[in-house]
C-alpha cells in the first residue's frame, strides 16, 4: 500500500493554478493570523504575485497536487526578501497548505522540492516569518535548519489584537571566506 507521500506530487506552479492558490491563501486571510493580509483577493488581483514566481530563478512557486485528481494541496514560495539591491541574494520563503491537506507531510515536501530548486541559485539566506503562536510551522522551518533569530512584537493587528512574529534563516550556500 503506498503512503500519502507517495500520493503527492510537487511540480513549478503555473497559471492554470491560479484560483485554486488564491482559494488556499484567503482561507489564511480571513479565518487566521498566519498572513496578516485582511481582505480576500481575487484570482485576478493575485495574478501578478503568480507571475513573479517563474520556473526558474531565484523565485520559486512550488506546487502539491493528489497524484490521482490533481487537487492543489499547497504551495511553497521563495520571493525577494526586500527590493533593495544588496538584499538580491536573501529570500523569504513560505508554505500555505490546503486546510483539509494538513498533518500528511504536505509542508515537507513542498520545502523539500523548493530548497532543491534554489541549489543552483545565486542565493545565501532564506527567511522566514512566522506569526505566533505557530507550532506547526515553526518545526517545519527548523526542520530545514532554519534558526530563530528574533521576534518582532505586537508588529500586525488583526481579529482585533496584535500579534507577535518570530523570524528565522536558513544559510543557503556556504559563506565564501
Known sequence: MPSERAEVQVRPGVEDDLEALTDIYNHYVRETPIT???VAFTPQERRPWLLSHPEDGPY???VATEADTQEILGYATSSPYRAK???ATSVETTVYVAPHA???GIGTLLYKALFEALAGEDLH???AGIAQPNEASTRLHE???FRYVGTYREVGRKFGRYW???WYEK????RER
Open 164 to 166: 507577535d512574529v518570530a
Open 60 to 62: 520559486r512557486l512550488m
Open 85 to 87: 539591491p544588496a538584499y
Open 125 to 127: 539566506r532564506a527567511y
Open 102 to 104: 494538513g498533518r500528511r
Open 171 to 174: 544559510e543557503l550556500q556556504a
Open 36 to 38: 496578516f493580509d485582511t
Open 143 to 145: 526542520r530545514f535548519g
